[in-house]
């Protein structure tokens, strides 16, 4: 949770290689972190003041049964949350493998914006 700084908004991923690839493109601009698994049900207590204190939080898991649900309980822990999908692939790494560094880091300044 090194990434997540203060006042940036929070773009949460179901994988560790999705937050790295989003801290990789996200030009400073977004804080990132990863829940590690669609799977993994209960976010320690000691993160919860980090999530609620992001000005919008954007949750982005793989598109499969698990990350859709994982995406919507996640989306209840702030008014501030938006579930958001990428375009192509099952995950943001996925996404980035096959449209490049461009085209995903646009995707992302606009998902960003549009939020905002």
């Given at each position: 949770m090194k990434l997540i700084e203060p006042g940036l908004s929070l773009f949460l991923t179901e994988g560790?290689?999705?937050?790295?690839?989003?801290?990789?493109?996200g030009w400073g601009k977004l804080s990132v972190a990863s829940t590690g698994?669609?799977?993994?049900?209960h976010i320690n207590l000691r993160w919860y003041s980090k999530l609620l204190a992001a000005p919008r939080l954007l949750i982005c898991m793989d598109?499969?049964?698990a990350g859709e649900g994982a995406a919507?309980?996640?989306a209840t822990?702030?008014?501030a949350a938006r579930c958001v999908q990428v375009p192509l692939g099952k995950d943001m790494n996925e996404f980035y493998l096959r449209v490049g560094q461009r085209f995903a880091g646009e995707w992302l300044k606009q998902v960003a914006e549009l939020v905002s």
């Amino acid at each position: 949770m090194k990434l997540i700084e203060p006042g940036l908004s929070l773009f949460l991923t179901e994988g560790e290689f999705d937050a790295l690839t989003v801290w990789q493109i996200g030009w400073g601009k977004l804080s990132v972190a990863s829940t590690g698994s669609a799977s993994n049900q209960h976010i320690n207590l000691r993160w919860y003041s980090k999530l609620l204190a992001a000005p919008r939080l954007l949750i982005c898991m793989d598109t499969d049964e698990a990350g859709e649900g994982a995406a919507a309980e996640l989306a209840t822990l702030s008014q501030a949350a938006r579930c958001v999908q990428v375009p192509l692939g099952k995950d943001m790494n996925e996404f980035y493998l096959r449209v490049g560094q461009r085209f995903a880091g646009e995707w992302l300044k606009q998902v960003a914006e549009l939020v905002s």
